[in-house]
């Protein structure tokens, strides 16, 4: 029968007193963006965040040159509807460069174009670099004529470093001004991915940074770091005349030491 009656108060049979957890540091990885900035991105000690608010970031891969351009508006409307807040496109660069110095940005290969439409998907974009790219990319994005010089790729070889100093001046080129600081959808860059033989990867990854990125990004391989898909930091993307890998002046937009986290990814 049911009964209004009020039932006893119960005791708990343990009291636990929590301490108030201490803030999060912020500050000791210079990877976010300047204080100030308009839906600042930061990396604290707990989390990463986003106008100050916690953010898990949700990464799907669509790479743009291998798409007819008619389909990426509905790639990314899909990549949107399904819950990703961003997505993350190689620049292969065997599909831009495909004779020496000859460089491709038309068609399926407008770089510029693939972000500026994912921004106004209300995407952010996270630019694989590479050289090297994985993703089933045939000799892991080389062009041909770069597997026939005398060179060792992958290394810092610095006939293999002033082609990668160009690959990189001539994305940054098509990027100017699409960094998230900037108002723009680019929220991290990747540079390499995966890199070899451990024990030296950290040095050669640090070549690429020097010619093309910030000096201090994670850097993330298989089971170290960050992962590629989980959490990107804030972007900026600048210029810089002068030091380009190797020390060498060239007047190229590039990027300006920490303006870019980067992520050496898998996959």
């Known amino acids: 029968m049911a009964t209004d009656a009020p039932r006893p108060a119960m005791t708990p049979a343990h009291t636990i007193t929590l301490d108030t957890p201490e803030a999060p540091r912020r500050g000791h990885l210079p990877m976010g963006e300047h204080a100030g900035t308009a839906d600042r991105i930061e990396i604290t000690s707990r989390s990463v965040e986003r106008g100050g608010d916690p953010t898990f970031p949700?990464?799907?891969?669509?790479?743009?040159?291998?798409?007819?351009r008619e389909r990426w508006d509905d790639a990314l409307a899909h990549a949107k509807a399904g819950g990703l807040t961003s997505v993350a496109t190689y620049v292969l660069w065997q599909a831009h460069e495909p004779s020496p110095g000859d460089f491709r940005w038309d068609g399926n290969l407008d770089l510029r174009a693939f972000v500026t439409l994912a921004g106004q998907h209300g995407l952010d974009v996270v630019v694989r670099m590479g050289p090297w790219a994985h993703g089933e990319a045939r000799n892991g994005g080389f062009p041909d004529w770069l597997l026939a010089l005398p060179l060792t790729p992958r290394t810092d070889d610095p006939a293999y470093l002033d082609l990668v100093r160009r690959l990189y001046g001539a994305i940054v080129a098509q990027l100017e001004g699409l960094a998230h600081a900037e108002g723009g959808p680019i929220i991290a860059a990747q540079m390499d991915n995966e890199a070899l033989r451990p024990a030296r990867a950290p040095r050669h990854a640090a070549s690429h940074r020097r010619g093309g990125g910030p000096r201090r990004p994670p850097v993330d391989r298989h089971g170290v770091g960050w992962s590629a898909g989980a959490g990107h930091a804030a972007a900026r993307l600048q210029r810089l005349r002068g030091r380009v890998l190797g020390g060498r002046a060239?007047?190229?937009?590039?990027?300006?030491?920490r303006a870019l986290p980067l992520l050496d990814g898998a996959g």
């Open 58 to 68: 949700i990464t799907g891969e669509i790479h743009y040159s291998r798409l007819p």
């Open 250 to 257: 060239h007047r190229l937009a590039v990027l300006r030491p």
